[in-house]
């Protein structure tokens, strides 16, 4: 039998007695600063990051800058195309060249008797500017391009306009010139002196930057030169249908070099057209195709010439003509290209090239033309009109 004081029982803890440790507060640690090291990787991360970001603002400039070429470029040759059209600039009888001072001895006579049907290079500019700097130099017009005057219809003429319509005595003047083919859009302006002052045009001499200027090349339809299925070639004074290419150019180097050739443009042998046909492809360049002119001899210059240089979205023109007297010519923009190769190639985007019926040989070769600051070019088909005005074209 359990007694009173055998039972258990079990004390609450709020009734034990308080110990004297109990009544201290155990203290919080203090937050540590950073270390000299956190501090350094710290600013090492943010120099790194500025440094990023002002890398970006050159690339941003060059970026927009090209934009506004590219903005520019589209508007003037759209204007270019219009003036031609306007202008009635692939009526033949606004053409003028320079014949009868190289070894063919070409006249414009020549040129209607074999029906005109080959590309031709309206470059008023080009002519006017070159012809001075080589008159200076006591050389000869450099309007011929490219090839071996012995080979027949190997080479192109440099047009300008006539100074009068239909009247092929003398060539069109400088002024009048730059009027059409300088695109006067990219205006000049005063810079102001304060922050109270605005931008203004300038109102003496040239009040455009003459950055930009265009030219064209215009290749008779095959609506006007086929001879197959019964059809003959249309006289030239019969053409109705060309098509045009108006040729885009920023700050366009018109200069010559001691031997009366452009600085600015080249011309070579097209060896090779293997990989060449839907949508463009890879030509290739013989090491002894380059012919950048005629010499005043009537001669050529076999080799690589100084100013021979082709990058990534520059221009080149084609043309050729084939056994059967055809022509076909068309504008390329560069892909990529290795002129320092013992075989130089160029990869080119743009229109297909029928390499069956204008292949590349010694006695027909295809050739390039390349002309430096070309940033654009714009095709059109146009069709000449007559009426009681200019009285058709005969």
Known sequence: MKTKSDSSFILHPSSLPMRPYALRSTPHALPGGMSLLEVLIAMGVLTLGLLGILSVIPLAQYSLRETNKSDAAITCGRSALSEI???????????????????????????????????????????????????????????????????????????????????????????????????????????PQSKDERPTVFTSGLNYDGNYSWFATLMPSTEDTATGGGLT???????????????????????????????????????????????????GLGAASFAPYLTNSGGTDAALPEQATLRENNWVMLWARNAAGEYCSHWYRVINADLESTTPTATLEGPDWDATRWPTSAANPIRMWV????????????????????????
Request: charged residues 15%; glycine residues 10%; hydrophobic residues 40%.
């Open 85 to 191: 059209k306007i202008r009635r600039l692939a009526d033949f009888r606004w053409w003028y060249w320079q014949g009868g001072n190289w070894a063919t001895g070409e006249t414009y006579a020549n040129q209607a008797a074999s029906l005109l049907s080959h590309p031709v290079i309206l470059d008023p500019l080009g002519f006017t500017k070159l012809n001075a700097a080589a008159t200076a130099l006591g050389r000869n017009n450099p309007d011929l391009l490219g090839g071996d005057p012995g080979v027949a219809n190997g080479y192109l003429y440099r047009y300008t306009l006539a100074s009068v319509f239909n009247n092929r005595a003398t060539a069109m003047a400088i002024t009048p010139v730059q009027a059409i083919f300088d695109w006067r859009d990219d205006l000049a302006f005063q810079p």
């Open 371 to 394: 002309v430096k600051g070309v940033i654009g070019v714009y095709n059109s088909r146009i069709e000449l009109d007559a009426d009681s005005i200019f009285g058709g074209q005969q």
């Open 233 to 283: 070639v249309l006289p030239v004074g019969s053409r109705r249908i060309f098509d045009v290419s108006t040729v885009v150019c920023y700050k366009r180097d018109f200069s010559v070099d001691a031997d009366a050739c452009p600085v600015g443009e080249w011309t070579a042998n097209v060896s090779s057209v293997a990989g060449f046909g839907y949508g463009g492809g890879t030509i």
